[in-house]
């Protein structure tokens, strides 16, 4: 039996409401809410579904292809993976968590430019109030700012393009801007990637990252950087990838900027000695590559990407969260040997570290060689440099963290586990159990590539792009 | 038994090795030795079907006996170490860890060598990597796993970039297709040799990239130093190998700028590996730690393996092929009985042990064979394999690589025979009066290598033979081999009469030791210089500041560490520019440069249109 779509958006937001009524049993509430999302998101109908009973394109329309497929599995089962680790951490904002999960299926599923907005306002303001969690004030007052001002360049940028084509919905807007000059589209494609650039954390725009994932628990860590940024960079997917898809000089404008993102990103994580930090930095590098990907039309590799940085934040940001909570301190440097009694927490860490660095017989392989492939392929020899000096950069400061927390020990002494700060537990069983499947995921979909990209773009192509730009199941006597 | 079950059947002995451990460390120590075993008899086994192919998952094999040849000396270094591992899980953090990522490791190397394609290569190759840091990291220092994984990743990358280029230009990913692919692409061509050749650089710790062997040599947990050394820096080798043979460089680069018949590009890296035999030489002389000190001889070995690969030609390619084997089983035996001494004195510094060739008689004769065979004295096969790149290097004429090649024997006398006189000669430490030698179970596999060292010197030809099937196999002239002499073009060597008459020399040498009269046996400290009595022992000690005035000809040489900090360095004001610039908290200036990006972009926009 396949269910309408709409329900996605729908559930939540009923469910968000109920519970602001129902305080007492809130938390049950956000916990229905999101199971039934999780489950659902597997049986809900694909095509293009009008919403309202107006004929598209007259009325607001949500189209679920495989790309947008892909966002909401993503999306839903990270939102339950991240309230199984950290239950306690989410209940009191249950109302905000459902609505801000309405949002997000709406940004991804939505056919209409305008209900994008609408829907990116609603996940922005769940998202400022998360961010309150963190108790500083100024840096939630500095996301909400610059948050706002994003949301007002959309909007601008939106409404230019509307004045040039008449129209808000995404398939007539690809058709009609395709008869625009270049130079017309420039300022609106321009507004619109800054608007969407802030929550898909691109640099100039994501200032307001290092104050909100510095200070997040467990629980909000993990909704930033990995639900919240997913959901951006599929709505950064379906614009720049198939609505406007930039032309020669946008698209080297944004380019540019989605590669500095990713050298600035490495080079602030090698730098940082927070382990937050660090991960922060590192989420916001790879938001840079996976933009460089969807901008040039690498739409396979891109969501490779994406999913690959969703899956290793879920479990490190939320392990970094609950060591600052348990120790007082997500500086690594003091942190030496937290998984000496956390060994299965410390296996998920390290195999979601060794996979956001691209080592084989993880996921993050199969999506670094997609986007090595999808340039070498292309002829392009600059991006694949950058990536692979990013990589060396990126496992650096990843093996350095991942030694200091394994083994404890001086300099010239044999590795001790006498020397750890301590054996506190980082998970409970839940948590400690859903953060290994994670880690059995990416293991698995390693060893079996293909079958992990079939998974993620059944019919071989995302957004008409080519698809994997290559395939590891390599016949027999070597050919492909 | 084909290549797959072994691959499986290892990766699976590692699972149960780590279950073992859980429940008693030694015997899932005993469960690597065991597995490495079990690995070294299957692989040699394989002989049978080589050249036949087969397919894992995604990963396609073929049977190449190069691989065979790599694979077995690979598992020699990790079995006879395997040995040593029960005697040494007290010491480690992770003992279930350990023997799951030794095994993990072995096996991983088994997919480098018979690699088909470049994904399995390079697939096995990082899974060799990172287990192998993580093994690092239980030693002594957390730095050596860091520094050795970085400069690992420096050299993968760069591969990486290679293979995809050399996809992205052929289409293929065959190693043999890929690279063959390519001679209508010089250009390209000179690019893809230089990263592709830079992963085996950075293992066999070639200049450049040789700062991570005194640190992971040097620091790693004792029974992991001989792997290392004896094992997996010759994973490089394999790489640098393919780099002249499957990437067909000679041909490649036929028509350019050559110097004495070896083209620029290939000459250039046999003038880093010439650099590589100064250095380690140089530093080895240097060192306290006799780890750390066998490290860089390493490096100077390693060398002369990627000299003698380089030239490809019948004589000089074929002493590289043999060097692999010999400075395998001798590094392998000197850092067993480094640690072996270690196991009894619990150090490894040189000034802190002495005399220990009265409690540890065997381990002796195992360190004095490795060194004899390292620094290519003499019946051992040390010997053999460097005559061999030295007539290759003279055929060639190839003055500047061989005079480093002599200036590298000449120093490794120098330093290989100072752990010797320090640790082994000389008088015991008090504190050592009551140590006894190692254990049988410690004894067999130093025995075993010791042998080897002895038979691969005596008759080189049983491995000489497998050489020349490498070298026709890869379509190079064999080396001419008659019943027991080595032919070349400048002369011929029989090393059954070099060890008959050193056999002799030694024997008299042996007769005048028992005749004679015993020497009076006197305490340490009872002497006296410049009418003085000395009170501090170290100063009597043999390796206490030994080669002062010779160091101090090249104190000031450049550290080479420095240029790897300075990188750091520069990362690191890059991320603090980026952090100032872009992280401030105050809103004002975020919305500005929000702005500032739009208008650029527009300006950059109207620039470019």
Avoid: C
């Amino acid at each position: 039996m396949m269910f309408n779509p709409v329900l996605l958006i729908a559930i939540p937001l009923g469910l968000a409401f109920i519970a602001v009524i129902f305080k007492k049993i809130q938390k049950w509430i956000l916990a229905l809410g999101i199971i039934v999302n999780a489950v659902l998101v597997f049986f809900v109908e694909k095509g293009e579904t009008a919403i309202g009973g107006f004929k598209i394109p007259f009325g607001i329309s949500l189209v679920l292809d495989d790309f947008s497929a892909a966002g909401v599995i993503l999306i839903n089962i990270l939102a339950l993976a991240a309230i199984v680790i950290a239950f306690k951490k989410a209940e009191k904002f249950a109302p905000v968590i459902l609505a801000g999960l309405a949002g997000m299926n709406g940004m991804i599923l939505t056919g209409d430019l305008f209900n994008l907005f609408v829907f990116m306002e609603i996940t922005a303001i769940s998202a400022y109030i998360l961010s309150s969690e963190g108790r500083k004030p100024a840096q939630s007052f500095n996301y909400l700012v610059i948050g706002s001002v994003g949301s007002v360049f959309y909007l601008l940028g939106l409404i230019l393009l509307y004045n040039q084509t008449g129209t808000l919905n995404m398939v007539l807007m690809t058709e009609k801007t395709g008869f625009l000059e270049q130079t017309v589209l420039l300022l609106p494609v321009l507004l619109i990637f800054v608007g969407i650039a802030v929550e898909a954390k691109l640099l100039p725009m994501a200032g307001w990252v290092r104050g909100v994932l510095g200070n997040s628990n467990s629980y909000t860590g993990v909704m930033f950087a990995s639900v919240y940024s997913s959901a951006a960079l599929f709505v950064f997917g379906r614009i720049f990838s198939q609505v406007l898809v930039p032309g020669t000089t946008v698209g080297i404008v944004i380019i540019t900027i989605a590669l500095v993102t990713f050298a600035a990103g490495q080079a602030s994580a090698f730098r940082s000695k927070s382990l937050r930090q660090v991960l922060l930095y590192s989420s916001i590098a790879q938001s840079g590559l996976a933009a460089a990907l969807f901008a040039t039309g690498f739409v396979f590799p891109a969501v490779l990407v994406v999913v690959n940085n969703a899956i290793g934040k879920l479990i490190m940001f939320s392990a970094a969260g609950s060591l600052e909570e348990k120790y007082g301190t997500d500086d690594y440097i003091g942190l030496g040997g937290a998984f000496n009694k956390n060994t299965l927490t410390g296996i998920a860490f390290t195999i979601a570290a060794l996979s956001l660095t691209g080592l084989p017989l993880l996921f993050g392989f199969y999506a670094k060689l997609n986007v090595l492939a999808a340039y070498l392929n292309q002829g392009t020899f600059f991006v694949p440099a950058v990536v692979l000096l990013g990589t060396i950069v990126e496992g650096a400061y990843f093996i350095k963290i991942l030694i200091k927390l394994w083994a404890p020990g001086k300099e010239g002494e044999w590795a001790d586990a006498d020397q750890s700060v301590g054996d506190k537990r980082i998970f409970s069983y839940t948590g400690t159990i859903a953060v290994i499947l994670a880690a059995v995921l990416v293991v698995l979909s390693g060893l079996l590539p293909d079958t992990a990209g079939k998974l993620i773009a059944p019919e071989g192509g995302l957004l008409g792009d080519d698809g994997p730009a290559i395939s590891l199941l390599i016949q027999k006597g070597g050919d492909q | 038994m084909n290549l797959n079950l072994i691959i499986i059947i290892t990766t699976a002995v590692a699972l149960v090795a780590y279950l073992v451990s859980k429940v008693n460390d030694k015997a899932g120590a005993a469960m690597t030795v065991v597995g490495s075993l079990f690995a070294l008899i299957a692989v040699f086994l394989l002989r049978d079907s080589i050249g036949t192919e087969i397919t894992l998952l995604y990963f396609n094999f073929n049977l190449t006996v190069t691989g065979w040849y790599f694979a077995l000396v690979m598992l020699m270094a990790y079995s006879m170490t395997a040995f040593f591992n029960p005697f040494w899980m007290k010491k480690l953090i992770y003992p279930a860890g350990y023997n799951f990522l030794y095994l993990l490791s072995m096996a991983g190397t088994l997919g480098v060598f018979f690699a088909k394609d470049f994904i399995t290569l390079f697939v096995f190759w990082e899974t060799v990597v990172w287990s192998s840091a993580f093994i690092i990291q239980m030693g002594k220092s957390r730095q050596a796993a860091y520094v050795y994984y970085v400069i690992s990743a420096i050299g993968s990358m760069a591969t990486l970039f290679a293979i995809m280029f050399a996809y992205g230009t052929t289409g293929t990913f065959v190693i043999n297709d890929a690279f063959g692919g390519l001679a209508a692409y010089p250009g390209r061509a000179i690019v893809i040799f230089v990263t592709f050749i830079a992963a085996g650089m950075a293992k066999i710790g070639i200049f450049p990239f040789h700062v991570w062997l005194p640190f992971a040599h040097g620091s790693a947990p004792h029974t992991f130093s001989p792997v290392l050394s004896g094992g997996l820096v010759k994973m490089g080798a394999f790489v640098a190998l393919l780099s002249v043979t499957a990437f067909p460089a000679y041909k490649i680069f036929g028509g350019m700028a050559s110097f004495r018949g070896i083209p620029l590009p290939i000459y250039f890296m046999m003038a880093l590996g010439a650099i590589s035999i100064v250095v380690g030489t140089l530093m080895a002389i240097k060192q306290e730690d006799a780890k750390k000190l066998l490290a860089y001889s390493s490096v100077a070995n390693g060398g002369y393996i990627l000299i003698g690969l380089l030239m490809l030609d019948q004589v000089g390619f074929a002493g590289g092929l043999m060097h692999i084997v010999n400075h395998a089983v001798a590094s392998a035996a000197a850092f067993l009985s480094i640690a072996a001494v270690a196991y009894r004195t619990g150090t490894t510094k040189m000034s802190e042990m002495g005399g220990m060739i009265h409690r540890m008689p065997i381990t002796y004769v195992v360190y004095l064979i490795a060194i004899i065979s390292m620094a290519g004295i003499p019946p051992m096969g040390g010997f053999v394999s460097k005559w061999l790149i030295f007539q290759g290097l003279a055929d060639k004429g190839l003055l500047f690589i061989a005079a480093t090649a002599f200036f590298g024997s000449i120093g490794s006398f120098l330093y290989v025979f100072r752990p010797l006189s320090a640790v082994f000669l000389g008088q015991t430490f008090t504190r050592d009066l009551n140590k006894k030698e190692v254990g049988v179970f410690m004894l067999f596999p130093m025995v075993v290598l010791t042998l080897l060292s002895l038979l691969t010197g005596i008759f080189p030809n049983i491995f000489l033979r497998v050489v020349t099937e490498i070298q026709t196999s890869l379509g190079v002239l064999p080396v001419t081999l008659a019943e027991n002499t080595i032919v070349t073009n400048n002369g011929f060597l029989d090393a059954f009469k070099v060890f008959i008459v050193f056999g002799f020399g030694f024997a008299i040498a042996f007769v005048l030791f028992i005749a004679r009269r015993k020497s009076r046996r006197v305490e340490l400290m009872d002497t006296y210089t410049s009418a003085e009595f000395i009170h501090t022992r170290e100063l009597l000690h043999y390796s206490h500041s030994f080669y002062a005035p010779f160091e101090r000809l090249y104190e000031k040489a450049p550290d080479t560490m420095k240029l790897y900090h300075k990188a750091a360095v520069k990362i690191s004001e890059i991320g603090n520019f980026a952090e100032a610039i872009f992280f401030g908290i105050k809103p004002a200036r975020t919305v500005l440069l929000v702005m500032g990006t739009v208008l650029i972009g527009i300006i950059a926009g109207g620039v470019l249109s």
